[in-house]
């Protein structure tokens, strides 16, 4: 009977519990609705604004003058019944020449630091002369959406690596590594550094059944300027997955030291296979600046070590070694990318301090 009466108060307790509970969601979604920064009417006079602003902007010649100064809308072939659908990337041809380009649609609500990336981003790259850099053709603003023109460069190296799930085969990585080292050498010593490598930002051309390989590097939207300062519109640094740890801690990088993880994680992935690399400490550390635990912490460096040492009983330890160099955890113990080697008889060496570290190679490639 004790029992009974204890079971029928603890009913009653949550009956009430749960008629609060519905008391108070009612309340807040009559809170929200009261809300203007959540009524119709208030997104549709912001959406307005915004619109009026960013159109305001674009009447200054001064706002966006790489943009606007760029080749735009008419001077590019495109099926426009594709540029109305919801494609991110079509072929389109080059009036003056017939050359074959690609259009990437960003389909977002245009933004100022959407722009602002892009703008930036042409005026480096017009004053840097490199084969691997992936040119900009042309870029235009329309009213729901931007255009960007790039040189047709093949696939990104994601879709390579898909071709691939047990890692690449060291006759493609040795060629893609070597352009990446040579790029972002190249940018390095004119003060200008990537900060979002990753395979997206990678493009492959394989030709003649991948007996030569063509490499170029776009993506150079969060680019530092000469005086390695980084540029105003600039919100974060780097891909999730592929920026370097030092991001948790909320600024303070050495930018150059974080492309050189950024090569490490890009080689990491291609050398072991996306899913492990994924499964391994991907996930892991695209969360990590939001877990507390040290637990999960330590897990990011377990995963990142076994990461590691599959390279290294994988692959020769030349190519192992870059990995490991790039991939640690302090950024002043990384190598600058233009102390990467790799010499005429197959080996990569890694040039730290005056000692430069040689590795024999099982194959040359």
Request: with cysteine; hydrophobic share 35%; proline share 4%.
């Amino acid at each position: 009977g004790f029992l009974r009466q204890e079971n029928d108060e603890l009913r009653r307790s949550i009956r009430a519990c749960k008629q609060r509970s519905e008391v108070i969601q009612t309340n807040v979604r009559v809170a929200i609705g009261n809300c203007s920064e959540f009524s119709d009417e208030y997104r549709q006079l912001r959406e307005t604004f915004r619109n009026l602003f960013f159109d305001e902007l674009l009447a200054n010649p001064n706002f966006l003058r790489h943009i606007q100064s760029s080749p735009g809308r008419d001077d590019f072939l495109i099926e426009e019944n594709k540029l109305r659908q919801k494609h991110q990337h079509i072929i389109a041809t080059r009036i003056s020449d017939g050359e074959q380009c690609v259009v990437k649609i960003i389909r977002n609500k245009r933004t100022i630091s959407d722009a602002q990336r892009i703008n930036s981003e042409i005026g480096i790259l017009q004053r840097l002369g490199h084969p691997f850099l992936n040119r900009i053709y042309g870029c235009w603003i329309e009213p729901d959406h931007m255009c960007v023109v790039y040189k047709h460069a093949g696939r990104d190296l994601n879709c390579l690596m898909d071709d691939y799930p047990e890692g690449l085969p060291e006759r493609l990585l040795h060629p893609i590594l070597r352009s990446l080292v040579d790029i972002l050498a190249y940018t390095h010593t004119r003060g200008v550094a990537h900060g979002d490598l990753n395979p997206q930002h990678i493009l492959v051309d394989t030709n003649n059944g991948y007996r030569s390989i063509t490499v170029k590097v776009s993506g150079f939207g969060s680019i530092l300027d000469e005086n390695l300062e980084i540029h105003p519109h600039l919100k974060s640094f780097g891909s999730p997955g592929f920026a370097g740890p030092e991001i948790i801690n909320g600024g303070g990088w050495d930018f150059m030291k974080a492309d050189a993880w950024s090569l490490g994680c890009v080689l990491n992935a291609a050398m072991i296979g996306k899913r492990s690399y994924d499964q391994l400490w991907m996930r892991i550390f695209d969360n990590i600046h939001l877990v507390e635990s040290e637990i999960d912490r330590i897990d990011f460096l377990d995963g990142l070590t076994t990461a590691q040492r599959l390279c290294a009983v994988h692959w020769p330890d030349t190519l192992a070694n870059v990995v490991e160099a790039c991939l640690r955890i302090e950024p002043r113990d990384r190598p600058a990318v233009r102390n990467l080697f790799r010499f005429e008889s197959g080996t990569w060496g890694v040039l730290e301090g005056s000692q430069r570290s040689t590795f024999s190679s099982r194959s040359d490639v």
